[in-house]
């Protein structure tokens, strides 16, 4: 069938079954925005900046599993996602990136809107293609589509000429494909499976620590059966939220930097770990030689470059998490480790997460009210900072693909665009976006797209009037030196100023204003008392959210392991680092 | 303990392959000491030729991250393995009438050739193994060199062996 290749692209979009795209045109891809023009199987959801349409093309994979389709312009078009490529990269999201391109007899010309797309985001994708024959269209976006989707996912981007999307091609689409250069294991090897049921079994303090592979491969349900059957105490990193129920008696909490203590003291003392999808990140170890130092390693992941990347490895196995989990499973019986979960549940009664309840308004109430308001329910997108650790520790994930968060990369500005797309996805769920102050204004813009959507979406704003992690640190680490992190800050402070009160000048913007004038519902709370209203009456409305709430400034997420520090090094005030600091 | 590694690859032969690749060496902080590229027998592929200086786990890595990359289609470490390493060196020195003839019994010993000549220069060309190239290096220094172009070493597997494209 002859066809354009802009109308090659439309098909293809039909046939891997993309219903929801989000982009912004330009010069270059003028062409192929025509050929989408009134689709009626595609909804085409214009943000306001690049950026947002990559994150929100990143958080509908996410909360869906699906893979997420952007497209944007050449050029400045295709810069501005690259903080989103390598957001989905350091997640392994599925993503497929459709940027335009000059013609290709302009390319090397510094031609208008021109910039080398492929060579920029090589490091920030999993793979990355330019069509330089028409004809090679539908091969090379068949070949994008599998390459995002399979294996260990990410971001693949395709650049798209301008003569391309207009050039005349015959249609075919390969139903299947292969490539030479990619091969995933997806089972693992059986002899290996048994080593590892083999040392779990002889085992006296084993744990099992388990990432967002777990939620990619869709392997929660096996895991739950695994340690259901086995009864081994279970740490998450901030990936792997979801992917067991935070309301199991097994669960020991979230590792690593701002992980619970009992998590972090359990790895410290196990003589096994089983990472199962996760991929030893610093976050998680803290000084890489001294974590779990009485341990052996399992290691359980789809990517054999993960394995024995940071911490060396005993017992690796490679392939898809569900699978792997499903045949350990046929081995898995009841572990004789009592004495060890005893020990366990000692650390978690004896140091529980917990805050200061002395009436005020604090950041971690607001989440435990969230958490009960919407029975545990909703989708959390966050930001970055204060307020993502928070979400992190203070909401019970109890299925995967509930918490929404940038985690490898730490992208502020991430959490608004990501519950458009969570939003999409997910019409039926309430979908909330626990913000900071800080990290809300880094992709404001799109509560325009929002409200042009009519997405009912929340946004709490943890609003500290700080850019709360850094301050933190400055606080611990820095003798409270807190340059460039006062949000309130102007021209008229003095140079020097870890104060925050009444004698500072006011806020900028007002969030309420600033969410009326984007025609979403604006609310500010500055007492505890009203949390509770309030977030019942946003849940209420059928309408976008945004909730101002103003808590205590120098509230800090605690524990806190210092960065380079062994992870059961924690510490929860300037005090305890000043201690670290002179040990 | 570090030392120098030799490790083939047979990738895709496309425009970008090779940014991709040395890319993805220095992004992750290794150091390609050598590197030569060149079609092989079936054009749709090249085969690179990488040194580089590190440990056995740096080894493993770079391994994984270079197998990992979608249009490499495989890797062998030649390292350890029975395998023939040979460069090319073309090198440019003085050479007055008067020592012409003493610079062509050297270039004869190293089994080197002329391959241009002018009235007060020679360029010799010598193919072999990196410490043969240095020796043929050094022992020209005295006469003047002018310039050298060198290639990185071109390395392949002994017969049909491990590391052969026929055996793994």
């Known amino acids: 069938m002859k066809m354009t290749g802009a109308q090659a692209i439309v098909e293809i979009l039909h046939r891997e079954k993309v219903d929801t795209i989000f982009g912004i045109p330009g010069g270059v891809v003028i062409p192929l925005f025509d050929a989408l023009y009134g689709d009626k199987k595609l909804n085409m959801v214009t943000t306001k900046h690049e950026q947002g349409a990559i994150h929100a093309a990143d958080g509908y994979a996410r909360s869906s599993g699906k893979t997420g389709v952007c497209i944007v312009t050449s050029g400045p078009g295709a810069t501005n996602i690259v903080t989103g490529l390598a957001t989905a990269y350091m997640d392994s999201v599925p993503v497929v990136a459709l940027t335009g391109q000059v013609p290709t007899a302009s390319i090397g010309n510094d031609a208008f809107q021109e910039a080398d797309t492929t060579g920029i985001t090589r490091p920030v994708t999993k793979h990355n293609f330019i069509v330089k024959d028409a004809a090679e269209l539908p091969i090379i976006l068949k070949q994008a589509f599998h390459i995002a989707r399979t294996g260990r996912p990410g971001p693949v981007l395709v650049d798209l000429p301008k003569d391309i999307i207009t050039a005349e091609l015959n249609f075919s689409y390969p139903a299947e494909i292969r490539i030479p250069g990619y091969n995933i294991t997806v089972k693992g090897n059986t002899r290996q499976i048994k080593r590892v049921m083999e040392a779990i079994g002889q085992a006296k303090r084993p744990v099992l620590y388990a990432g967002g592979g777990v939620i990619t491969s869709g392997a929660s349900e096996e895991l739950k059966q695994f340690v259901k059957t086995t009864g081994l105490p279970v740490a998450l990193t901030l990936m792997g939220l979801g992917g067991f129920p935070g309301t199991e008696p097994e669960f020991l909490g979230m590792l690593g930097m701002h992980g619970t203590k009992a998590a972090n003291y359990a790895v410290d003392k196990c003589d096994l770990l089983i990472a199962v999808g996760a991929r030893f990140d610093d976050r998680v170890t803290g000084k890489l030689s001294m974590f779990a130092p009485h341990a052996k390693f399992i290691h359980i992941d789809i990517d054999p470059a993960s394995i024995s990347k940071s911490v060396v490895i005993d017992l690796p196995v490679v392939g898809d998490a569900k699978h792997i989990l499903h045949e350990m499973l046929k081995y898995a019986k009841p572990l004789k480790i009592k004495e060890w979960l005893k020990e366990i549940e000692n650390w978690k009664n004896s140091h529980p997460l917990t805050y200061n309840d002395d009436g005020m308004l604090h950041p971690q109430y607001i989440v435990e009210q969230i958490y009960n308001v919407t029975q545990g329910n909703a989708i959390i997108t966050t930001e970055v900072g204060q307020n993502q650790m928070w979400a992190a520790q203070f909401f019970k994930y109890t299925r995967p693909r509930q918490l929404i968060t940038s985690g490898g990369l730490g992208t502020m500005g991430y959490g608004l665009p990501a519950a458009i797309g969570a939003q999409l996805a997910n019409p039926e769920d309430t979908v909330i976006d626990i913000a900071g102050d800080g990290s809300i204004q880094m992709n404001i813009q799109e509560l325009a797209t929002i409200t042009q959507n009519q997405l009912p979406i929340k946004v709490a704003i943890l609003n500290n009037g700080y850019l709360g992690m850094v301050r933190q640190w400055q606080e611990f680490f820095f003798d409270k030196r807190y340059s460039a992190t006062c949000l309130k800050r102007d021209n008229r402070c003095p140079e020097v100023c870890c104060n925050p009160g009444p004698q500072c000048p006011p806020y900028v913007p007002d969030f309420v204003k600033l969410a009326e004038s984007y025609f979403a519902v604006g609310m500010r709370v500055d007492k505890k008392e009203d949390v509770e209203s309030a977030l019942r009456e946003a849940i209420r409305v059928d309408k976008p959210v945004l909730m101002d709430f103003i808590v205590c400034p120098e509230e800090n997420v605690t524990p806190m392991v210092p960065a380079g520090a062994p992870i059961r090094t924690m510490i929860s005030s300037k005090e305890d680092a000043e201690k670290y600091l002179l040990a | ?168």
């Open chain 2, 1 to 168: 303990m570090e030392r120098e590694y030799t490790i083939a690859a047979l990738v895709e032969n496309k425009s970008g392959v090779l940014a991709h690749i040395a890319g993805l060496f220095s992004g992750r902080g290794y150091n390609i000491s050598e590197l030569s590229v060149g079609e092989t027998e079936d054009p749709a592929y090249s085969r690179m030729t990488i040194v580089v200086k590190g440990d056995d786990q740096v080894l493993e890595k770079m391994k994984k991250q270079l197998n990992r990359f979608i249009d490499v289609i495989k890797v062998w470490d030649l390292s350890n393995l029975p395998a023939v390493h040979r460069e090319l060196i073309l090198i440019k020195v003085k050479a007055q009438p008067a020592k012409k003839q003493e610079i062509f019994q050297i270039a004869e010993v190293f089994k080197g050739k002329v391959v241009d000549i002018s009235h007060d220069t020679l360029t010799l060309e010598s193919t072999g193994i990196s410490d043969k190239i240095e020796a043929f290096i050094n022992i020209l220094k005295p006469y003047g060199i002018l310039e050298i172009a060198r290639t990185g070493r071109a390395s392949i597997s002994r017969g049909f062996g491990k590391g052969s494209k026929t055996n793994g």
